[in-house]
């Protein structure tokens, strides 16, 4: 097994992992010894697909925009629960993120003026989402990754799959990590590491997300003892296209789209009167599957499909071209629909991972309900911090890879500076266990196979845990789940070679899925109020006397652990929220 020896990992390589390790890089002074280690090529992280923008006030003389207004939109956004403290870090620091990416050499959409344009976005007051036309994402992917490849302290390991964090006690000692090409197991030895391998919305088979967006560092977490917070609540993005899921960005209805259902109602009016297709995306989420409910959606021939139409036809095609070019590109290669001409098919799809890794207000992933661990860290999607609460507002979340990226990777430096040595041996002694553990699960002999486990674990997801819940569905859903992660036990890996094994690599995945969506729903089970994207029919309202505060899962031997803490609140209490 090669041993490869670093001052700091970086687990990830989307938007928060490159941003994390450019600010570790420079804090040093390009001294820092960086590994990124990904799964995929670090430019087909799923952060290229983000598409709207990323959120910041950066002309408040101008537009009469406020860092106090957009931390109040945050906060009622979440329902209340995100911690406001970190809600005030996320909005004082996303207007000079903004500009980082501009001295990178993002292309942002600009005024006649020269100022970076910024469009309206889903329960923003104002328009604060600065954009680069409807390729935000790729475009400011590929200004980080031009930047990580001129550091010369910085190494890629492209195509290398964790497969387990390495904790010596309380202390961050190395990672596992199979090398696709070869198929050999690696033990990475650092003595910090970020995780930054974003969110697991593909428990679901209806998803905006990636086939990579499989949760794995928050599963490497949870397993290695350390917590998870908050992971009840899944974003639902509303306009997710039929059948395939892909996503058709917020920035469609912030250009002026509508959302119709089958008799041509702006039904919206409804249900947030004041926003209308701009509400927060759980709104707009419960206002479609509403309607598709109550008859007046469509249905999809070949799926059987509900679904309602984003209608982008009124919009002047020159807007269009220029705002949204992709998703024209999309509706007419997937589809052959021209939204010029005609509405799109859409549905509420599995979007975000609001919950994730237990981390603090520094991104430190934290031990326990209160204390932190030491010389790890947890950024973007994966990391709960939490800004996000029950219900992320569109365009934040850029904003949030790019604020803690940059807290994290500042720290990571200091951090190293004083940090003492790894202990090799013990770290050496936990690989040769992680490897014979992958042995075993190659050679096994089980009938099990893991893709049908992913396709009934999904259709369980879809139909039992989706946007409206109900108590005896999840328990439904509960009993599914765990019978497949029984039957995962005697999984076969047809594939039994070493090289570019994707077999086992997926296998791994649906096991990481498996046990996220177990923790999904012992924690949904367990709050008995509806809350932002939480939504239980037997309990419609919010209820802050009993579940104002954050839900703590942690691993058991038979199952979930679940604790509470309270939510961080400096300046708003909680209100009627309405739109």
Not at 282 to 301: K, L, M, N, Q
Not at 317 to 344: G, Q, V, Y
Not at 495 to 510: M, Q, S, Y
Request: aromatic share 8%; net charge negative.
């Amino acid at each position: 097994m090669q041993t490869l020896e670093y001052d700091a990992i970086i687990l990830g390589s989307g938007l928060a992992g490159l941003t994390t390790a450019i600010h570790a890089s420079h804090a040093s002074g390009g001294t820092l010894r960086i590994a990124i280690v990904t799964k995929l090529h670090a430019m087909r992280s799923h952060s290229v697909s983000a598409e709207g923008g990323i959120s910041g006030v950066l002309y408040p003389d101008v537009t009469q925009d406020s860092i106090e207004l957009h931390a109040y939109d945050t906060v009622k956004g979440s329902d209340y629960l995100a911690d406001q403290d970190a809600v005030e870090v996320l909005v004082n620091q996303a207007p000079a993120e903004i500009r980082f990416y501009d001295h990178l050499g993002v292309p942002w959409n600009r005024t006649e003026d020269g100022r970076i344009q910024q469009r309206p976005f889903g329960g923003m007051s104002i328009p604060r989402t600065a954009f680069a036309a409807d390729k935000t994402g790729f475009f400011m992917m590929r200004a980080l990754y031009d930047e990580v490849t001129g550091l010369q302290n910085v190494d890629i390991y492209h195509e290398h799959f964790a497969t387990s964090l390495i904790m010596q006690g309380d202390t961050f000692s190395g990672l596992t990590a199979i090398d696709i090409a070869t198929g050999e197991l690696k033990l990475f030895i650092a003595k910090a590491c970020a995780i930054a391998t974003g969110g697991c919305s593909r428990v679901y088979g209806f998803t905006t997300t990636a086939h990579s967006s499989t949760g794995d560092g928050i599963a490497l977490a949870y397993n290695a003892g350390l917590p998870l917070k908050d992971m009840e609540f899944v974003q639902f993005h509303p306009t997710a296209l039929v059948p395939s899921g892909i996503l058709i960005t917020e920035a469609a209805r912030g250009e002026g789209g509508y959302l119709r259902n089958n008799k041509g109602e702006r039904f919206m009016e409804r249900y947030a009167k004041s926003k209308m297709e701009l509400a927060p995306r759980d709104i707009v989420s419960r206002a479609i599957v509403t309607e598709i409910r109550e008859g007046r959606g469509y249905r999809h021939e070949e799926t059987d499909m509900g679904y309602v139409h984003l209608d982008l036809t009124h919009l002047d095609a020159k807007l269009l071209d220029e705002r949204l070019p992709m998703i024209k590109e999309l509706s007419i290669k997937t589809l052959n629909i021209d939204p010029h001409k005609e509405p799109l098919p859409i549905r509420p799809g599995a979007h975000f991972t609001m919950g994730g890794i237990h981390v603090n207000i520094n991104g430190e992933v934290m031990k326990n309900e209160n204390e932190p661990s030491k010389g790890l860290w947890a950024v973007g999607e994966c990391g709960c911090v939490s800004v996000h609460g029950s219900n992320r507002l569109g365009s934040n979340s850029l904003s949030q890879c790019s604020v803690w990226g940059r807290i994290a990777g500042n720290a990571i430096a200091r951090y190293v500076a004083s940090a003492q040595n790894v202990d090799r041996a013990y770290a050496t002694g936990k690989a040769e266990e992680e490897e014979k553990r992958l042995n075993s699960i190659l050679s096994g002999s089980g009938n099990v196979n893991p893709y049908e486990l992913q396709s009934r674990m999904q259709s369980t997801m879809d139909n039992l845990v989706y946007v409206f819940r109900k108590t005896q569905e999840l328990i439904k859903a509960r009993e599914e789940i765990m019978k497949l992660r029984s039957m995962y036990r005697d999984i076969e890996i047809k594939d039994k070679g070493k090289p570019f094994n994707t077999n086992l690599r997926d296998a791994l995945e649906i096991g990481n899925l498996l046990e996220l969506s177990q923790v999904i729903i012992e924690c949904a089970l367990n709050r008995k109020e509806s809350r932002g994207a939480h939504f239980m029919e037997e309990y419609p309202n919010r209820d802050d006397v009993n579940y104002l505060k954050h839900t703590i899962a942690m691993k058991k031997a038979d199952g979930v652990s679940i604790r509470y803490i309270p939510v961080r609140m400096t300046k708003w209490k909680p209100e009627a929220r309405v739109y």
